[in-house]
Every structure is written in structure tokens, then in C-alpha cells.
């Protein structure tokens, strides 16, 4: 039973040398195994940075706080063992990487998460299947990592890598934006599939209703000015979906 816990955290985001400012002002959240939990709110209201700062990106502070998986503060931890721990990031804009092979990101990324290399008849049979169950041609695998691909071919691989490395946590940024009906579809299906086999807690970032259709969540939390201001269940959603964020809006302003 994986426990992964927000703590009191509060970041800043770093504009230049000499200017920063605070944008997460006191987070709060707990997310256990099997959980789906939707973040919902406006632009600017601090959701992303919550992502970024969580997974250890430079261009955030922490100030204050916590974050606990199992206990272990993965703050004090560098990058790619918050991502050994079983921290994993889906990101809004995935980058390209030319020159590295899909095949051997993936195949790398995976012997770094497991602690070993897995044979390669054998990944190479997993990647396949992976690929297979998120449309993605076969192709794909020879070229460079998201090099060329669209937005929606993107979006699958970050699903790809979230099948294939198996964290007990995932943060999925905005992984809905850009995805047309049928790609959505096929997303969501892989991240169920993913929730399923290995039972990780979910933190679905999104600002619309409709990725929820199919992933369904547990709870629902409005995040508006740096923090949670207020949580319920997917019904929560359905009234933001109708009154938009405008009353969190004016209360934190």
C-alpha cells in the first residue's frame, strides 16, 4: 500500500538571478494506491508547478514542506531517484530528444527504474505490446525520441513510458490538451491500463471535464492561487464544468 504525501509545500518559481516569485503557497494532498485524483483550476493557478516541482525541475524552489512517498522525502532526492523511487512525470510539452532511439530511451529508462537491464528479446517483445495497445506504429521505436511526432504521438509516448516503468505515482500534466477524440480514448485506456496492473496512485493535472469520462477520479480538487481551495468527488468537476473557476478566482484575489 503506496502512500504519497503532499506536506505544507510551498515553492517559488525562479524568473532570473535576482527574481523569484512565490507560487505555490501551502499545498496539502494525500494519494494512496488505487487513487485517481483530478487538480483542476485556472491558468496561472500554480498546477504545473506543482507537477514541476514535485518531479525536481531547477526552475523551482521549494521553501517549505515535504513531499513523502512511503515516508521517504523525495525532496532530499536527486532527479532520477525521485524517478527510481517511483515518482513518475507526464509532461505538458514533451521535448524532443534527436539521435536517441525510442528503443533505447525506453530500454535505458527501464534498466535504470528496475535496477537491471532486461533482456532484449524480451523488452523488446513488452515494448512491442505496449506500442500495439496504444496505436503506435512499430516504426516508431527506430526514431528519435518524440522527433517529428505530433502532439498526440507525444502524449502516447509519455503513456508508453508510464506502462513501461511502472512508478507507484504518477503525475500526468495536462496529458488531455492537444488530443483529438480518438487519441484521448487511447490515452486514457493506457492509463487505466497502467492504474490497474500495478495499482499506482494517480495525480491527473487537467482544466476540462472530458478526459474524466475516462479516467475516472476519486477525487476532485480546485487549485487556485498556489493551493487547494476547495476538494470533493466527480461531482465537483461537473459543477466546474457548468460555473467555471471564476468564484475561486475572486476569493483569492
Known amino acids: 500500500m503506496t502512500k504519497f504525501e503532499i506536506r505544507g509545500l510551498r515553492a517559488d518559481v525562479l524568473i532570473s538571478e ?59 532526492m ?21 539521435g536517441v532511439s525510442m528503443s533505447n530511451f525506453l530500454r535505458s529508462s ?21 506500442m500495439k495497445d496504444l496505436s503506435i506504429d512499430s516504426s516508431f521505436a527506430a ?3 518524440n522527433e517529428g511526432f505530433s502532439g498526440g504521438e507525444k502524449k ?8 513501461l ?3 507507484k505515482v504518477a503525475i500526468l500534466d ?8 480518438d487519441a484521448l480514448k487511447i490515452v486514457s485506456e493506457g492509463i487505466n491500463r497502467a492504474q490497474a496492473a500495478n495499482d499506482m496512485g494517480v495525480m491527473l493535472i487537467t482544466h476540462y471535464t472530458r478526459i474524466l469520462n475516462y479516467v475516472k477520479p476519486d477525487f476532485v480538487h480546485v487549485f487556485a492561487e498556489g ?24 476569493a483569492g484575489a
Open 143 to 145: 526514431r528519435g525520441v
Open 165 to 167: 516503468l511502472k512508478p
Open 110 to 130: 527501464v534498466s535504470a527504474v528496475r535496477g537491471e537491464a532486461p533482456k532484449l528479446r524480451q523488452f523488446s517483445k513488452e515494448l512491442q505490446g505496449a
Open 18 to 76: 535576482d527574481e523569484r516569485q512565490e507560487i505555490l503557497k501551502g499545498v496539502d494532498l494525500t494519494i494512496n494506491s488505487g487513487e485517481t485524483h483530478a487538480i483542476m483550476g485556472p491558468n496561472g493557478s500554480g498546477k504545473s508547478t506543482l507537477a514541476y516541482a514535485i518531479a525536481g525541475h531547477p526552475r523551482y524552489e521549494i521553501t517549505e514542506g515535504e513531499v513523502l512517498l512511503d515516508g521517504e522525502n523525495v525532496l532530499e
Open 156 to 163: 502516447r509516448h509519455e503513456i508508453l513510458q508510464l506502462e
Open 174 to 181: 495536462e496529458t488531455d490538451s492537444g488530443l483529438d477524440v
Open 78 to 98: 536527486e532527479v532520477d531517484e525521485r524517478a527510481r523511487a517511483g515518482v513518475f512525470l507526464a509532461m505538458q510539452y514533451p521535448v524532443e530528444v534527436p
Open 227 to 250: 493551493r487547494i481551495a476547495e476538494s470533493g468527488g466527480p461531482e465537483l468537476a461537473a459543477a466546474l464544468e457548468s460555473e467555471g473557476y471564476e468564484r475561486f478566482v475572486k
